[in-house]
């Protein structure tokens, strides 16, 4: 009688557990994110730690994100916008203000960035630091060698921007980041005008420059371009630092027979920085704050940086980048280079639609 009693109140439980489990649903985040821009234990890191399951998905454009934040019901959680982007949807009402309360990892983040961070940020309430870089030059030295002959300088923007320089390298391959916004400063800047300018003709100025080249560029690509290079089926890439340095790695590993280099040409070149926001709309707030102090402790934004060779604003990861990351010039470009960089400032809307609308126009050009 007695064990039958038991037996039933042990069945009774296991029914009360289960029924406990299956009635609470496995807690959600959706991740949107740029494409190669992670470690691989980072997301079954964050779902071991926390049992919230993660549905990550990723874009190579900041118009791509802001499309589906400015439609709305994007249906994420957390997305990674550039630092300029992220200024006009802060404005524009798109974010939720963050419960810092709940992140007290960004007590290891440089006091020194997130000033500058606050200039889009004001008192730093929205966003916080993903990672950043720079946007350059990426070569497949044998084959951008072998065509601009040996002693032919890749360091600086001629290259890119001389019809006869890029020509040559039309044959073997040459990728353009496919994105106005990163396109038009280093155009500008080459021209010796501001490189964030809000002046019509100016653009007007770029364009023609950048028709000169049209006919050499094979392809525009913001994210395929990393295997291409790898694989040697392009020989020059405007892009962006992580991305070609991810592409050295990758032919290093596979024993190509030629070198992959990033390099920042003299006279200076883009520097962004992309953060973590929640959009106004997310239904997993909490999750979501749970997520981004998770990417701040400091050993798990180190494997990112260690990943995908792009550095964080986390002071404390440091310590845990691998030693030849941390010395990698094209990962922290040295002091002299870090002067020469010019900041992706935030522009108005109206010279945001002129860059789009000429980009089309230069696209469609041979
Ligand atoms: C990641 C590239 C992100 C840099 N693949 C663009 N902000």
Known sequence: MKCCFLRRVLAGLLVLGMAGTAGAAPRQLNVYNWSDYIAQDTVPGFEHATGIQVRYDVYDSNETLQAKLLAGHSGYDVVVPSSNYAARQIAAGAYRKLDKSKLPNLRYLDPALMRLIADVDPGNQFVVPWAWGTTGLGYNIKLARAALGANAPLDSWDVLFKPENVAKLRPCGVSMLDSPADVFPAALHYLGRDPNSTNPADYQAALALLERIRPYITQFNSSGYINDLAGGDICLAYGWSGDVTIARHRAHEAHKPYEIRYVIPGGGAPVWFDVMAIPIDATHVDEALQWVNYIETPSVHAAITNAVFYPSA??????????????????????????????????????????TRLWTTFKAGR
């Open 314 to 355: 986390n002071l404390a990861a440091r310590k845990y980048v691998l030693p030849e990351v941390a010395r990698d010039p094209s990962v922290y470009p040295p002091a002299p280079v870090m002067q020469s960089l010019y900041m992706l400032k935030p522009l108005p809307p109206d010279i945001t639609r002129l860059q």
